[in-house]
């Protein structure tokens, strides 16, 4: 069955663009995780999101971020104004509910480079 | 900030070693997860540990909970070279939000 796929793999853009990431969850999957994982380091919480709305987004660095699931199943990363910072792996994961006992699959990530 | 320490950061065996990773924190977790991720993917989740003290095995891997549910371990026998990869662990914090450790980066050599 198709897994959590995200789009692009890869993304290299210059400082001061505006850059969108595309995840796509596991059909019927309610809830939908986004992380940033930088060299070196475990992922990051930045925000998710049960059906439609953002039901934590504490983890956004800063207002240049900015995410939208607007039917409850696709996912788009907004990132405005890029800085060299913000060079990462985007990780997409998503599950049946958002309970302990809930299982979280991500996808391969979005690698995002700020030139 | 990673709330949560992994030790070692990098580990290098040989085929047929044993080795243990760990995971410290001074937080309380409902539940600790512990993941496997490879160059170019996301993290895929082993165990689920949720009991203090619980141990849990797979194959040839072995999880313990602390008693205190702030820390884990991870111990692999006999490794082998598919087991290569980054080790994370996460605690769960509410509505399914993980808190992870920088991971432990293991290289087994046949």
């Known amino acids: 069955g198709a897994g959590v796929s995200q789009t692009p793999s890869n993304k290299v853009t210059e400082k001061g663009k505006y850059v969108e990431l595309r995840c796509d969850p596991i059909?019927?999957?309610?809830?939908l995780y986004w992380y940033r994982q930088s060299l070196g380091q475990g992922p990051e919480f930045l925000i998710y999101f049960q059906g439609t709305g953002a039901a934590d987004d504490s983890g956004l660095p800063n207002d240049r971020f900015f995410a939208v699931r607007p039917e409850g199943s696709v996912s788009t990363l907004k990132i405005q104004r890029t800085e060299r910072g913000d060079s990462a792996v985007y990780l997409c994961?998503?599950?049946?509910?958002?309970?302990?006992?809930?299982?979280?699959?991500f996808g391969p990530g979005t690698r995002l480079t700020v030139l | 900030t990673q709330l949560l320490e992994q030790s070692p950061q990098f580990l290098s065996i040989q085929e047929g070693e044993n080795l243990t990773v760990y995971c410290n924190s001074s937080s309380v977790f409902s539940s600790l997860q512990w993941y496997r991720q490879e160059p170019g993917e996301g993290p895929v989740l082993l165990v689920t540990?949720?009991?203090?003290?619980e141990v849990k095995k797979l194959k040839r891997l072995t999880f313990q909970f602390g008693d205190a549910r702030k820390d884990s371990s991870l111990h692999i026998t006999a490794a082998q070279p598919g087991d290569t990869g980054l080790y994370l662990c996460?605690?769960?914090?509410?509505?399914?939000?993980?808190?992870f450790g920088a991971g432990t980066q293991v290289v087994v050599t046949p």
């Open positions: 994961a998503s599950s049946l509910g958002a309970g302990a006992g809930d299982t979280q699959y």
């Open positions: 540990v949720v009991t203090g003290g």
């Open positions: 996460a605690g769960a914090r509410p509505r399914g939000k993980l808190q």
């Open positions: 059909s019927g999957h309610t809830a």
